[in-house]
């Protein structure tokens, strides 16, 4: 995707800024998987290919003999986390005292971890943790290890060198081990054992002779591949080839990581697999690749990764197992299994997310999405947080969305991760709710694609950088305007009406109150300069060019959040419920590119921000520069959407099957749908979405010329 630049707070400060989503390139760009020959890291000092000088006879012959530069879950560290290890093996009759001894990073011994305080026993193995914690002890080296490639020297006291290798690309749990009868071999392993003998190989014996072998050139393994999604009972073949410097031809490829009957043809270099009843899930080829003619190279672990969905049409079908199957054609899974029917109100379930059942409380969630054939659902963890991995967090609370009302699937997470690279563009911290989409397995069955959203409360609060304990509300109708009269233009009850309050102490309204008095009380000028006591005018001139580009009617006063801390602080902007939006109303009714609605009547902050001559000047400059090379860059936003279909495309079409007639059916919009003559189908609403941004663009560029 196109990145957008950070708008500049001071003079030759850096504009580039990584977008708050969860893909930067398409998948299918993801999967090539080629071997980057610059991101080796080449060593300095002996030439690791040059054996080295025979050590003194008093010196135990201590050598490397497993190494995992790519550990995902093969072991824990002491401390619960997945850092790479480094393993050496005594092949001596004697124990050895490590004094002296030390591990190197790129054949430095001048920054070399020093063992001591270690000992290792006759024809013992001692596991290092690569974890760049050397205040851990002495078994924590000073280093991590590049998984794209690295290099090791173990030294003697005295920096007599040991031994070493140059690795390769490495692979998610596949170890390097040392291998028997031929030294300096080295070869992958799907079977790791850290810290005990290899499995794959007879017991190394280490000799004086040994050489330092180095990585192979790189082959970049490609797979040539027109998808990467399958459906059990399919057959996967394609043929591999090298796009780095190492030719096709002289690549000798055999396999490490595979499914059980799945063949390769090493000297055609093609792969062959027919899937079964039970193949479903993501599957990760490990391809061990050296030169031809060249056995002592370090081999590089290249992969290519395809996904099998699970087939509930076969008749052999085998349900999918929760705790196995975490994903689907590349989006995480979801298995709710609820203690009975589901309503609006709590009951008990099991949520299995990444292959770990969570005990949690289920409700349906929505006033309109409770009547839909395809429900939204919340979701509270007691005992545990459920961690959700794409945005670095545990959750306590998880909605997961329906896009029942949404044929795009898109509209939605389209708005909140505007709202996210707008505070991105600006280096603003503000309360950016965060979306994943998600397929949902409902007891046991495959129920949807979904856009899992952050639940805006205490926890949120936290993580967004404001107290937990700050006050939190919610503008549940359109009295919530900052007017001192309702939406229909009579007088409130209490000031605070449209508003429920969320989090914080129930009855402390007084502060919005007071927020409401001055912003109804206030013409436009007063209004204005008094924002700074109140609320940061920049993120809501921020919030009127959201609603207003996206042309979210209903969530311009109406469906926000606010926060603040207590007796302290600004109220803060949330955005909320935006399935009115990108030309489609609440209820899948249409609205063309050309409608603009100023929101006057719906916020007076709107009013006062488009009043004020001067303020109206700066809202429409803020535009301009996020236009021409931010957010609301229509080349940005179109390439935004395209990365959602590069990311969701086969699991919308699922869902499209599954969900397609009874969206058609839906009595809440399909009378007036019948009458206009508007239908779409999930390509032909990619379709209308596309042209839709495309024509709010080239209007913008009329209305406000750059």
Known sequence: MRSIKRHPVAANTPHRATLPTEVVVAPHLLLLFACNPTGLKLPSGPNPAESPAPLPAEVPALRLNEVMANNQGTILDPRGGRADWVELYNGTSEAVNLDGWTVAQHWNPAGAHPLDGLALDAGGHLLLWADGEPDLGPDHLAFSLD??????????????????????????????????????????????????????????????????????????????LETFWFTEGETVEFSLTCSDTLATEDATLTIVSAPTGAELDGDLK?????????????????????????????????????????????????????????????????????????????????????????????????ASSLYYDKQSYMLEFNADELPVPAWGVTRNHLILLSTFDDNSYVRQKLVYDLWAAIADYWGETRLTPRTQFVVLYLNGAYHGLYVALDRVDDEFLGQMGLESDSDLYKAVNHDANFYLTNSSGGPKS????????????????????????????????????????????????????????????????????FAKVPYAGLFRYAPWDHNHSWGQGWYTYRIGSEHINDYVWTNRIFWAIQEDAATEAALWERFGAMRADGPFDPEWLQAEVEGYYALIAPSAERDWEKWGDAYRSYGGWASSRDAAGDWTDHEGEKAYLSDWMAERAELFEQLHPR
């Open 494 to 561: 209490t000031l605070h009406d449209g508003y429920t309050k969320e989090e914080g102490d129930p009855s402390r309204l007084a502060e919005l109150d007071a927020f409401v008095t001055f912003t109804g009380n206030s013409d436009a000028p007063t209004l204005i300069a008094g924002a700074p006591a109140w609320f940061d005018l920049e993120e809501f001139m921020d919030w009127f060019l959201l609603v207003h580009y996206a042309n979210s009617e209903d969530s311009a006063g109406k469906n926000a959040y």
């Open 270 to 366: 093609s792969f062959r697999w027919v899937t079964g009843p039970s193949s479903s899930g993501r599957i990760d080829l490990v391809f061990s690749v050296t030169p031809t003619g060249s056995p002592t190279a370090v081999p590089h672990a290249e992969t290519t990764t395809f996904w099998i969905a699970d087939n509930p049409d076969d008749p052999a079908n085998i349900p999918v197992d929760p705790l196995t199957y975490t994903e689907e054609w590349g989006l995480p899974v979801l298995f709710l299994a609820p203690n009975g029917e589901l309503g609006s109100e709590y009951i008990d379930a099991t949520v299995t997310s990444d292959g770990v059942a969570y005990p949690a409380q289920a409700k349906l969630r929505g």
């Open 147 to 224: 998984s794209d490639g690295d290099a090791l020297a173990l030294y003697a006291p005295g920096g007599i060198p040991a031994d070493g290798l140059t690795i390769g690309r490495s692979a998610a749990d596949i170890s390097l081990v040392r291998v028997a009868g031929t030294p300096g071999f080295w070869s992958l392993s799907a079977a790791p054992t850290p810290g005990s003998p290899n499995l794959s190989t007879v017991e190394f014996t280490p000799t004086d002779s040994d050489s330092w072998p180095a990585a192979g050139e790189p082959c970049g393994l490609v797979a040539g």
